[in-house]
């Protein structure tokens, strides 16, 4: 599996845009980019993928370099509820069957009241 | 609609012993897969079950089996319990293939205790 590389940690004040970036300079053409995040006490939850194009949801708001070695999770109004680890993950869909998800470290993100 | 459910939230067994988590997918979702997190390694890859085969497994001992029934429901076992095998367990289903690239869904895990 193609590998990430994120920060081990973050701060951001409450109310105020978060940047969490990925590098993943080995992308192959059929990876998708999946970033989940933990929050305390709980399992992963999915917060958003894409290919190429940037991607909105309700969540959060992906944005993916034009030579797709790098993507950026973009929370627009950080709140205590966002304090959680956030992982970048990358999914080949290049076979039937691959439903592995492949965490790294993540990003450890803490919102400052 | 109902999440992922996994009974029972937290066990203590003793080294040597087996044991047997359960997991109960989304309903309609036919892949289940389960996971392990310590604080050492993490999050890894333990195997997925589809239509009740195994599809895919990580790089686990033997000891970590599963099996999935035709409810899609889902079981692990892990026998001859080591200290090691402390941590949490998650169970994450989806819906089938991987041409959707839907999102997993996980339960709040099992935390097992080894003593």
């Known amino acids: 599996d193609a590998k990430t590389t994120q920060p081990n940690s973050m701060e951001s004040n409450e109310e105020e845009p978060v940047h969490l970036p990925c590098n993943h300079s080995?992308?192959?053409?059929?990876?998708?980019i999946h970033w989940y995040r933990q929050l305390p006490s709980q399992g992963p939850e999915y917060v958003i993928h894409g290919l190429t194009s940037n991607v909105n949801n309700r969540m959060a708001s992906l944005a993916i370099a034009e030579d797709r070695k790098s993507s950026t999770l973009i929370l627009h109004r950080a709140t205590l509820r966002d304090a959680a680890v956030y992982y970048c993950i990358l999914r080949d869909v290049g076979g039937f069957g691959n439903e592995k998800l492949t965490f790294g470290t993540g990003t450890r993100l803490t919102i400052i009241p | 609609k109902a999440g992922v459910t996994q009974t029972p939230r937290y066990l203590i067994k003793t080294r040597g012993q087996q044991v047997t988590l359960s997991c109960s997918p989304i309903?309609?979702?036919?892949?289940v897969s389960w996971y392990q997190q310590t604080p050492g390694q993490g999050l890894q890859f333990l195997f997925e079950y589809f239509s009740e085969t195994q599809r895919n497994k990580g790089n686990f001992p033997g000891r970590f089996s599963g099996r999935q029934f035709s409810n899609s429901r889902s079981e692990m076992n892990v026998s001859t319990l080591e200290l090691g095998d402390s941590a949490l367990y998650l169970c994450?289903?989806?819906?089938?293939?991987?041409?959707?690239?839907?999102?997993?869904?996980f339960g709040q895990g099992t935390r097992l205790t080894v003593v």
């Open positions: 309903s309609g979702h036919r892949s």
């Open positions: 080995t992308i192959s053409g059929t990876d998708y």
């Open positions: 994450a289903s989806s819906l089938e293939g991987h041409s959707t690239n839907t999102e997993a869904f």
